[in-house]
């Protein structure tokens, strides 16, 4: 069956060369694409290269630099044939793994994205509940399918503001210069004769064109298509993200990780979106200035008819989707890799959305990410046995008990967390997101540094140090309160001589539970606090600070 595949596609390669011209007036060119592209992703490599072969004859056949130059030419053709396809996917369970194989072949292409508005809104439908009931095994094919549809997205999302801000600066810079030359020649729009300009007022500094109706339409124009296909890209993601997120708290590992790198590439692209956006609508301020003061009431009257964009405030409604199937994801514990995963998009959302709006929901929901840093060997074994008691009787308990994890990917859960920590405690934008739990995360972090688990150490240092430029007072007094108690000494010498009297006020406690990171932390925090990590613990911070 593969030979007889292999000598097909071979002869559509020959046919192509033989006819020539004709290959594409009768029809067999745009019949075969879809054939050639299918076997892009056969599980033969023998066909994978004769397929791609194919292709690039045709390409060189007919005029095209590249095989992608040659797709995105033919592209209406492919997504036609897609669109039928996917009406019947009961006899073409293929069409998604085509559709990813498309996009990933020609790579990024600004052409194609337009016309995959149908076949997304097709795949975002199989997607959904029902879609995934009734072909519970294209799942994933439609899931990669969209992942490809999402970097392909955000490829195109990330040149948005540069082209935005390019745009608007260009227009800037002509109305500024234009400003000027009014100013020092005394004019105004109703004494404006551009023909005899240069004859009465002297030599003019920028192309007189810039005065005149049309090049005014011309940047209209320029802007309304950069307002399009912003419009269409945004789209693409919003429909990613609508289909997507819910999976993100699927039982299924796979689907979860790619369902997560689709959430990570739509983030950034809401961003990009909104940014382009905010450059386009100072853009359109800048030409309206221009038309009122060259008096150019044709396109007055067009701007003011133009539809405003209620719908560009993408970003924070995205975040706020996004973010309670996070937390489902981080409490399903699906996989380490889906965790680590989930924890390094939940510090990216919130960089793009900012702390201060995430503040709330780490007051409602910071307790799940802070109970996997409590978690072996610093849980208490009695919160287990009460959370077997608060279990409802129909609840099935294979669901609701915790899956227990090896001690090595437990670390590497509680390294993830601490980093997350880290890079949100690096600027500004984030870290206020964590000042409603600064004092539990706080206690927490500190404990863990003082505790034996020397493979956190450098994790917890490292998130120890962020925590501190937030407030520096708080972790100096909870390791002060740790280090004076074991150092009961008068050769013990402080850091600074206004620590020196700190000994007196922090008593030794009488067990590990009346430190004040432990009280901070919670009471389901336990951790055996070990003398040498604390003496490295507060020399380190000492250096970094005095």
């Keep these: 069956m593969n030979d007889f595949v292999q000598v097909i596609l071979d002869g559509i390669g020959v046919f192509s060369i033989v006819l020539g011209r004709d290959f594409v007036s009768s029809g067999f060119l745009h019949s075969s694409l879809y054939l050639l592209l299918r076997n892009l992703i056969c599980s033969r490599s023998e066909i994978r290269i004769a397929s791609d072969a194919v292709l690039r004859v045709l390409s060189i056949s007919f005029g095209h630099a590249t095989v992608g130059e040659f797709v995105v030419a033919n592209a209406d053709y492919i997504i036609d044939s897609l669109c039928r ?22 790579g990024t292409a600004r052409d194609i994205l337009p016309l995959l ?27 990669k399918a969209m992942g490809e549809i999402s970097k392909a997205s955000k490829s195109e999302a990330i040149l948005l503001p540069n082209e935005a801000e390019s745009c608007n600066a260009d227009v800037s810079t002509k109305v500024h210069m234009i400003q000027n030359w009014f100013e020092e020649n005394n004019m105004d729009a109703s004494s404006l004769c551009t023909k005899s300009l240069s004859i009465e007022k002297g030599p003019i500094d920028f192309d007189d064109a810039t005065l005149r109706l049309e090049y005014w339409e011309q940047l ?31 039982k299924n590992g796979s689907a979860c990780l790619v369902a997560l790198d689709i959430i990570e590439d739509v983030s950034i692209s809401l961003a990009k979106v909104e940014e382009a956006y905010k450059h386009e609508k100072q853009t359109k301020v800048t030409i309206g200035e221009a ?38 994801c981080l409490k399903n514990k699906v996989s380490v890799s889906a965790i680590r995963k989930c924890l390094n998009l939940l510090h990216k959302v919130v960089q793009i959305g900012g702390g201060d709006f995430f503040v709330r929901r780490f007051h409602n929901d910071g307790h799940i990410i802070w109970k996997l840093l409590t978690s072996f060997p ?21 669901l609701t008990l915790e899956a227990p994890i090896a001690e090595v990917s437990n670390q590497k859960i509680q390294v993830a967390v601490l980093d997350m920590i880290t890079m949100m405690c690096a600027n500004k934008r984030t870290s206020s997101a964590l000042k409603v739990a600064l ?10 540094a003082c505790s034996r688990t020397a493979g ?91």
């Design 85 to 106: 396809q996917l009406r019947h996917l009961d006899i073409n369970p293929h069409v998604p793994d085509v559709l990813a194989a498309m996009l990933s072949y020609i």
């Design 117 to 143: 508005e149908e076949p997304m809104r097709a795949v975002s439908s199989e997607l959904e509940v029902l879609g995934r009931h009734q072909n519970p095994n294209l799942t994933m094919p439609f899931l």
């Design 220 to 250: 209209m124009i320029r802007l309304n298509e950069m307002k399009r296909y912003r419009r269409i890209v945004g789209s693409l993601v919003g429909s990613c993200l609508k289909a997507a997120t819910p999976l993100v708290s699927s």
């Design 291 to 328: 038309i009122q003061m060259l008096s150019l009431n044709a396109l007055k009257d067009e701007m003011g008819a133009q539809d405003e964009e209620a719908d560009e405030n993408r970003v924070l409604p995205a975040m706020n989707k996004i973010w309670p199937y996070l937390i489902v």
């Design 378 to 398: 610093f849980q208490r074994k009695q919160m287990l046995l009460d959370e077997k008691r608060i279990l409802l009787p129909y609840r099935d308990t294979s």
């Design 439 to 448: 004092k539990k995360v706080s206690g927490i972090v500190v404990g863990i």
């Design 456 to 546: 956190l150490r450098d994790s917890s240092m490292r998130a120890l140090s962020g925590l501190a430029r937030i407030d520096s007072d708080l972790i100096w007094l909870l390791l002060a309160d740790v280090y004076y108690s074991l150092n009961k000494h008068d050769d013990i010498v402080p850091p600074n001589q206004d620590l020196a009297g700190i000994s007196d006020l922090l008593p030794a406690p009488s067990s590990s539970k009346e430190y004040m990171f432990a009280n901070n932390a919670g009471e389901n925090f336990s951790i055996d606090v070990d003398p040498s990590s604390v003496e490295f613990v507060f020399k380190t911070m000492e250096l970094e600070v005095f």
